[in-house]
């Protein structure tokens, strides 16, 4: 079945340090790719997403690019503030019929001023 | 145009006693979709329901159920609640069909079994 790893944590990261939390997924077929975040006490938003190979997915300064060569979707900030600090999960969804979203573990960011 | 809602936001019961979680999705979408975040784990897929009907079940117990209103609201059932159902109960909206689309998230319901 399809199953997404990734970078375990916690990290802690000065501001404005660059960022990466390592994703990668198994899955047959042309999954959709997602990160979400999610701040203390609050529910999952959308981060950015790609859709197919080689689709880059942007927001807030994130990026992520979907890479079917090596099975990967790795998150990067060029520099983080004190406010990005949250638990980061990537998710894909698959794209066969029993339709639904597979999360890796999380990965908990804390920025340091 | 409103989000996903969940209520409530919180509930506590007591061992052995039924939970019952809502979820109204986003406006349009027909899909909804259960996962259950316990302390210290990740999002564990529970329920799917997509135009009324179960689509796709998760590994968990059948004490845990659900169903989906003909305005595609959602509610899910726990019965003989269990001191590990405690968990953050998350709920998620989608268009439905398969193709590119995405998943929008409530703000979850925090139940604590005591």
């Known amino acids: 079945g399809d199953s997404v790893t990734q970078m375990e944590g916690p990290v802690t990261l000065s501001e404005e340090a660059f960022l990466t939390i390592n994703c990668t997924y198994t899955?047959?077929?042309?999954?959709?790719l997602f990160w979400y975040v999610q701040y203390p006490g609050e529910g999952l938003q959308l981060l950015l997403k790609a859709t197919k190979a080689d689709d880059k997915g942007s927001n807030k300064g994130f990026e992520a690019t979907y890479r079917k060569e090596t099975t990967s979707f790795h998150l990067e900030k060029g520099s983080v503030q004190v406010s990005d600090s949250a638990v980061y999960f990537c998710?894909?969804?698959?794209?066969?019929?029993?339709?639904?979203?597979?999360f890796g573990s999380g990965t908990q960011l804390t920025v340091l001023p | 145009e409103a989000g996903v809602t969940q209520s409530p936001t919180h509930l506590i019961k007591t061992r052995g006693q039924q939970a019952t979680l809502r979820c109204s999705p986003i406006s349009g979408h027909t899909s909804v979709y259960w996962y259950q975040q316990a302390l210290g784990l990740g999002l564990q897929f529970l329920l799917w329901y997509d135009e009324g009907e179960e689509r796709n079940r998760g590994n968990f117990p059948p004490r845990f159920s659900g169903r989906q209103f003909p305005n595609y609201s959602s509610e899910l059932n726990v019965n003989a609640l269990e001191l590990e159902d405690s968990a953050l109960y998350l709920c998620?909206?989608?268009?439905?069909?398969?193709?590119?689309?995405?998943?929008?998230f409530g703000q979850g319901t925090r139940l604590t079994v005591v």
């Open positions: 998710a894909l969804w698959g794209s066969g019929s029993a339709r639904q979203l597979t």
């Open positions: 998620a909206s989608s268009l439905s069909g398969t193709g590119n689309t995405e998943a929008f």
């Open positions: 899955a047959t077929g042309y999954p959709s």
